[in-house]
């Protein structure tokens, strides 16, 4: 059977240890030389850089989040080993691991990382599909004439990099279309490399839970819970048909998934669904000045990063968090498309006068969707508002001022609320 030492990256064919360097860091698979689309996790990335940074962090329970009232970002091993999971409520984690360091996100450190790793993934192939700063799908197709050596060691290669070079680990899944390469990458964390190869595939999925699947949240697997869809093999029992009567357009995906379907191909220009930005605060509050100026920053922020790529949203939407958890979701479309932080404001702000609800509050958020190119953006504007046109130019004057001079040479009032 085909085997690959992670360590040195020797090729061989036996049982037992790597015969250069008697590394038991093995991985053997008949089809080992054969597959090419694959997935590559970091191993909790956050945490992992900070530990990189502060050596006295080794062997710690580290969190990275916010205050006692904002949520875990990602847990190193250590603190997951105690229960801390991601998006954990920061006083439930603290609850699990009294003793952990909690750390806030340095995240312009974390993108400086990620591009670095980028760089390595590009010496590979240009195929890659990044999913966050930590994680991305790789078509290595036909590289092996490129590199002389097949998809397998080079990604072996590729993490052996980022240890050496970078100090991070990350994990490898290796399979035959992207829904298996995650599953796989998830396999042996951390600093795992698994590989499902397509005769393995309807006996290794055949038992296993439908909540393996990417993208099938908490309401998807209640709504496949109550219709007694638990694992694989259930999925397998119904028609496709009825899959789609009763699921609509994830029926047909399931369908598909069951039988390690997946036709999606690496896309190196996956488009952007949606940009928003979100605080939770430090104490409950009712304030609307004080909510009015988190609604502004909010609306800034999405507003940068829409600029930054060109992007402009249509649907603007608002999202708060009651003290008791309760999530509200408002949203509305526009006329057309914006990127303007006064145009989303406003809308925002017009959402949150309806609500009717003076809370007090946890969390809010402020995002658009339904994205489109920005030469779109903004050509309506407001018909009811004669003044948006003044504002739209003093914004964009705003930005080329802040451009020259740094994102603090103005601010507005209301964002020192």
Request: charged share 30%.
């Amino acid at each position: 059977m085909p085997a690959l030492c992670r360590d040195c990256l020797t090729q061989f064919d036996r049982a037992g240890r790597c015969p250069a360097c008697a590394s038991p860091r093995v991985t053997r698979h008949e089809e080992l030389w054969d597959l090419s689309i694959a997935h590559m996790d970091c191993d909790a990335f956050y945490a992992s850089v900070e530990k990189r940074d502060d050596p006295t962090l080794e062997g710690k329970p580290v969190i990275i989040g916010g205050g006692r009232r904002g949520v875990v970002s990602t847990a190193c091993y250590v603190a997951r080993i105690r229960g801390v999971k991601s998006a954990m409520p920061m006083f439930q984690a603290l609850k699990l691991c009294p003793e952990a360091v909690v750390i806030k996100p340095r995240m312009e450190v974390y993108v400086e990382a990620s591009r670095a790793i980028r760089a390595m993934m590009e010496d590979l192939t240009p195929a890659i599909e990044p999913l966050s700063l930590d994680e991305a799908f790789l078509d290595m197709t036909g590289t092996a004439r490129l590199h002389g050596a097949p998809p397998a060691v080079m990604l072996a290669r590729l993490v052996r990099r980022m240890k050496t070079e970078l100090g991070l680990t990350g994990s490898i899944g290796l399979s035959h279309n992207k829904f298996l390469a995650k599953v796989a990458s998830d396999l042996d964390k951390p600093h795992g490399f698994s590989v499902i190869g397509r005769a393995e595939t309807g006996a290794f999925l055949r038992d296993k839970p439908v909540r393996m699947i990417w993208g099938v949240g908490a309401a998807g697997q209640a709504s496949l819970d109550k219709a007694g869809i638990r694992t694989f093999s259930d999925l397998l029992r119904w028609e496709k048909t009825d899959l789609v009567a009763r699921f609509g357009g994830m029926g047909e995906r399931l369908w598909h998934l069951a039988r390690g379907e997946d036709r999606r191909r690496v896309s190196a220009h996956a488009p952007m669904k949606s940009i928003s930005n979100e605080t939770t605060f430090g104490e409950d509050t009712s304030d609307p000045d004080l909510l009015d100026g988190h609604i502004w920053r909010m609306a800034e922020k999405v507003a940068d990063r829409a600029k930054a790529k060109g992007l402009a949203g249509r649907v603007v939407t608002l999202k708060l968090k009651r003290a008791n958890h309760t999530l509200i979701t408002r949203r509305v479309s526009l006329t057309d498309p914006t990127q303007l932080a006064d145009r989303i404001y406003r809308t925002a702000r017009s959402l949150y006068d309806q609500l009717g609800d003076p809370g007090p509050y946890r969390l809010l958020g402020c995002g658009i969707s339904d994205l489109s190119e920005a030469a779109q953006a903004d050509q309506l504007g407001d018909l009811l508002d004669p003044m948006a046109g003044k504002r739209s130019q003093a914004e964009r004057a705003t930005d080329a001022i802040r451009d020259r001079f740094g994102a603090r040479a103005i601010v507005k009032g209301r964002a020192l609320r």
